[in-house]
């Protein structure tokens, strides 16, 4: 009887020393990392900020004192998702698709971690220090926001994201900055299995998405690199590559425009809502 009443007594001392959270089944977290394209480059316009439904959430990763917003904290995916200043990107649409089919009681939280030009590199958890080490002048400031380490703010954040839902899957654009790597996909397959290992989730129940560049049917300048994006999930077998063909890019060549991205947002979000479903 002494013995199991010391059971008993350590096991309570246990439970209350864990954290307390209610963690919500049906609030349903995705973590998007990427560069410019992931970000957003195209200006929203009325259509994107009115009537976005309160069941899809973002968490914001940055302070933004013009919007209100404090890093860690939820809020309606109003855009901009990612920084203060950004534009609207394949998330917006992503959530809002997800929001349109899922069950009235399910919501959609997005993290968007995303810095302009950069490599994969900068996601490399053991090595992005020489990568930032000679980062070019103008995406300084973007790397300031994230305090120079961008995954670690990834994680960061989807870890306070734990705490309220459950993370179902990662969302990838990235690529331009590394046309012509064949390396890219063994690259890429570091950053996801890092991501799993330090959050603890497994690979069947977090599918990676990954966006195609600028289709070359839109002449896009990096079109050679989706060759090399469409073999990912031969390294990746839990990846899926998200089709750009026919949405419209921007001027550039390099950037979708806002329809583009509305027309990928959908993409990603038909994708994945396939998955859930599986």
Not at 79 to 90: A, I, N, S, V, W
Not at 189 to 215: I, S
Not at 243 to 272: T, V
Request: hydrophobic content about 40%.
């Amino acid at each position: 009887m002494n013995k199991l009443r010391s059971f008993l007594t350590c096991t309570a001392l246990l439970l209350a020393s864990l954290p307390s959270f209610s963690q919500d089944p049906n609030f349903y977290i995705f973590l998007a990392f990427g560069q410019s394209n992931m970000e957003g480059a195209a200006k929203f316009e009325a259509q994107d900020t009115l009537s976005v439904d309160e069941r899809f959430r973002v968490l914001e990763a940055v302070n933004c004192t013009e919007l209100n917003r404090k890093k860690g904290n939820w809020y309606t995916a109003v855009p901009p998702l990612t920084r203060c200043k950004t534009g609207l990107g394949p998330v917006d649409y992503f959530g809002r698709t997800l929001v349109a089919n899922l069950p009235a009681n399910v919501k959609v939280g997005v993290i968007n971690v995303a810095v302009g030009g950069c490599k994969i590199e900068l996601f490399d958890k053991d090595n992005y220090q020489s990568y930032t080490a000679t980062a070019p002048d103008w995406m300084k400031g973007m790397l300031a926001d994230y305090d120079g380490n961008p995954y670690a703010r990834l994680v960061e954040m989807a870890k306070i994201a734990q705490k309220s839902g459950v993370i179902k899957g990662i969302l990838m654009h990235q690529g331009e900055s590394n046309t012509g790597d064949k390396t890219w996909p063994t690259k890429v397959k570091g950053v996801y299995e890092n991501l799993l290992t330090d959050l603890n989730l497994t690979a069947k129940n977090t599918p990676l998405l990954a966006g195609e560049v600028v289709n070359a049917d839109q002449g896009g300048v990096c079109a050679s690199m989706n060759p090399i994006i469409a073999t990912l999930p031969d390294t990746i077998p839990t990846a899926h590559v998200i089709s750009s063909a026919g949405c419209p890019d921007g001027p550039d060549n390099l950037h979708f425009s806002a329809e583009g991205y509305r027309m990928l947002g959908k993409r990603y979000g038909e994708k994945m809502l396939s998955l859930l479903k599986n």
